[in-house]
């Protein structure tokens, strides 16, 4: 039988790869690595790039992208046969790398090569590679006695399977409830498109015998509720389902949904700080720093409350305006936690005369992507191509579309993936990720290297388009949806237009987490630019390009309530830091007396008592951010500062090719061949400056 996982000649092949494909093609690229591991740890020759460093490079390549596939499609095409292969086999992959990263020949024989004469004749991206090997090695437990080895070996394996687990409840959560609504009165405030697609969810579900209209979790059906309808018994229910979800208060047909994810969390923590114990830290966050650009935690915890310090009194204000238009305008005396987005979209309605649905209609999916591919065509010098049918690019759904990027003169940088839509056995959120990373290869046949082309995938979870009155309409972005897909384009560039060519530090490989976020939080400013929005517009049934009237009133309203999303976001990332330094998660404290003492000090809206945010915070105990997930702050005083240097062009010229393509060789192009920091000072010629990040959000002196 032929594998598709096993080739890697091409893009990979998604309409062929099958559930009995995975574990046969885990099997014989865990051989490979195992064999070629032995091979390099057998020579006794001393340590050289070419016949230790490369071997393992290119056998680590071909299981990290067929496992990516896996990994991949576990996310955006989930199902109960998928994922029970995916478990059985992510115990066997993850042992693989705690065994590499532990093993003592191969650290032994690292050190060799960075002390060996070599080593200094090496360029600046191998030598980066060796060095974030030897970090990788000793937080890896390479240098733990054998005991020791033993048990970190296990808590890694451990920690993966609950991370999966994690994910698995928060995602079964999320499809599980529905809400059907059969009286149409009940539904007055919500949008007709919203409506018509929910109508049409009900008429699908066969579980559903009476005409109505049926509302789920996913973000396209449960955002505009909460924001738009005036039922507001219908927004406690959206609220607090969404609010329990993988809890032991999520309740399902009247039963207790057997996925609490607070247990999970426990056993994470404890593992983490077990981990951090055994490698010599006090800490996990100190683990998670010794990759990043933050120093330590109290760095990081000094920063954060800081920057809450700054947005306390701006968010108090926000308050008082919202409770008092809620109370006089909207008769809510008590303003509750499923009022607060309402409430919220009704005051900035009154207060700018326009609201987030009618800004929505002008911007369909195909010329928010034109405008989007054209502002970095004049930024960059490159350009993007749709692949036709005549190319044959498998895809996993039929609404996956794939595109090209090449250069100036035709050849190709770079290609993507684009998933947009929401959908059921889908991962929630928004990601990139990669597919391919650019690498050079050599190839002796032909005696010369070549340059693999790097491939990402960018996945959302917007509205499809719908069928309305026998016509098909487009889907139809909100502005904060431009923003996000905007954002992780900037991580797809980040990706695709490396120049650097040796795996571990090319495109987003090795760069620091806390940096990682600059390019992509960077792309959403141009969001605001009038000369990037006008070409990206145009009404959905007039054609008419948004009017300037209209974005003015949104630059006008932009930091609306930003002091309240400001300290939401700290909120967040105080919890995760404080999770991982002074939490002792075998001491009398809970998960969520820890949270409600940060919200004490930190928050002006405490949420309802039965709110358990933990158990959906994906990003630190399913993802990557764990003692992390202050970088998105800290990469938006980055990306902040460095935006400005556009803006020093005029507001009439941000969109400057020069300033571009510098941006493109000193932050783009580097990967993480040298630390973020000095990419940024070569960029921006100084260090990073906070001031930028406060004008942008209205909290300037």
Request: aromatic share 10%; hydrophobic share 40%; glycine share 6%.
């Amino acid at each position: 039988m032929k594998n598709p996982l096993l080739d890697f000649s091409t893009l990979p092949h998604y309409a062929e790869i099958k559930n009995e494909h995975v574990t046969a093609a885990i099997d014989e690229l865990l051989r490979d690595c195992r064999a070629v591991m032995n091979k390099v740890k057998s020579t006794t020759e001393t340590p050289n790039w070419q016949d230790f460093m490369q071997p393992m490079i290119d056998v680590n390549e071909r299981l990290s992208r067929a496992w990516g596939q896996v990994a991949h499609l576990n996310a955006v095409m989930n199902n109960p046969e998928l994922r029970e292969i995916y478990t059985a086999n992510l115990p066997r992959v993850t042992q693989y790398y705690t065994e590499l990263s532990q093993d003592p020949v191969l650290f032994e024989k690292l050190k060799q090569l960075h002390a060996a004469p070599e080593f200094e004749k090496l360029d600046r991206a191998r030598k980066q590679v060796i060095d974030n090997q030897l970090r990788d090695f000793r937080l890896g437990g390479a240098e733990l006695p054998a005991n020791d080895k033993k048990r970190f070996m296990q808590i890694q394996e451990e920690l993966s399977m609950l991370s999966a687990k994690f994910s698995d409840n928060l995602l079964d959560a999320t499809n599980a409830f529905s809400l059907l609504v059969e009286n149409q009165e009940e539904l007055a405030g919500i949008p007709e498109d919203v409506l018509h697609v929910a109508k049409e969810e009900a008429a699908k579900d066969a579980a559903i015998t009476v005409p109505g209209w049926k509302f789920t979790l996913h973000i396209p059906s449960y955002l505009p509720v909460m924001k738009y309808a005036d039922n507001r018994t219908l927004r406690e229910n959206m609220y607090r389902a969404y609010a329990t979800r993988a809890s032991e208060l999520e309740i399902i047909s009247g039963q207790v949904a057997d996925r609490n994810n607070m247990p999970l969390i426990e056993q994470i923590l404890r593992l983490r700080q077990e981990e951090a114990k055994l490698l010599g830290y006090d800490c996990y966050a100190q683990v998670s720093l010794a990759s990043k650009m933050a120093e330590t935690p109290q760095q990081v915890l000094d920063f954060l409350n800081e920057l809450a310090d700054k947005a306390r009194p701006y968010a108090e204000k926000d308050l008082v305006e919202l409770r008092q238009f809620a109370m006089e305008k909207l008769g809510l005396p008590q303003l509750e936690a499923w009022d607060i987005a309402y409430a919220s979209e009704k005051l900035r309605i009154e207060r700018y005369a326009f609201s987030d649905q009618e800004v929505k209609q002008y911007f369909p999916e195909d010329k928010v992507l034109s405008g989007m591919f054209g502002l970095v065509e004049t930024l960059y010098g490159i350009r993007v191509h749709e692949a036709g049918p005549d190319r044959n690019v498998q895809r996993w759904h039929q609404d996956v579309r794939f595109f090209d990027i090449v250069d100036s003169q035709g050849d190709l940088l770079g290609q993507f993936y684009l998933d947009l839509y929401a959908r059921s056995g889908k991962r929630g959120g928004a990601w990139m990720d990669d597919a391919i990373t650019r690498r050079r290869i050599d190839v002796p046949e032909i005696g010369r290297a070549e340059i693999q082309t790097p491939v990402a995938y960018l996945t959302c979870n917007f509205s499809a388009p719908v069928t309305i009155d026998g016509n098909l309409q487009p889907a139809l972005f909100t502005h904060d949806e431009v923003m996000t897909l905007f954002h992780e384009f900037g991580h797809g560039l980040h990706h695709l237009l490396t120049q650097i060519e040796e795996l571990g530090v090319s495109g987003i490989n090795g760069v620091e987490w806390d940096a990682v976020e600059l390019p992509s939080q960077f792309m959403e400013n141009f969001c605001w630019e009038w000369s990037v929005l006008r070409d990206m517009t145009a009404h959905v049934e007039t054609g008419e390009a948004l009017p300037r009237t209209l974005f003015d009133k949104m630059l006008a309203a932009k930091n609306f309530q930003s002091g309240l999303q400001t300290l939401r976001q700290l909120e967040f990332a105080l919890f995760d830091m404080h999770l991982h330094t002074d939490f002792d998660p075998l001491g009398d404290e809970t998960v969520l007396q820890c949270l409600e003492k940060i919200r004490q000090q930190v928050a002006v809206i405490i949420p309802p008592d039965f709110n358990r945010f933990p158990n959906s915070f994906g990003h630190i105990f399913a993802g990557g951010y764990a003692a992390g997930y202050y970088s998105y702050k800290w990469a938006e005083v980055l990306s902040a500062d460095a935006y400005s240097l556009f803006e020093e062009n005029g507001s009439d010229a941000v969109v400057n090719a020069k300033t571009g393509e510098h941006f493109w060789h000193e932050i783009l192009a580097t990967g993480g061949s040298r630390p973020a920091l000095e990419s940024f000072i070569a960029f921006r010629g100084r260090k990073p400056e906070i001031d930028a990040l406060l004008r942008h959000n209205g909290m300037a002196a």
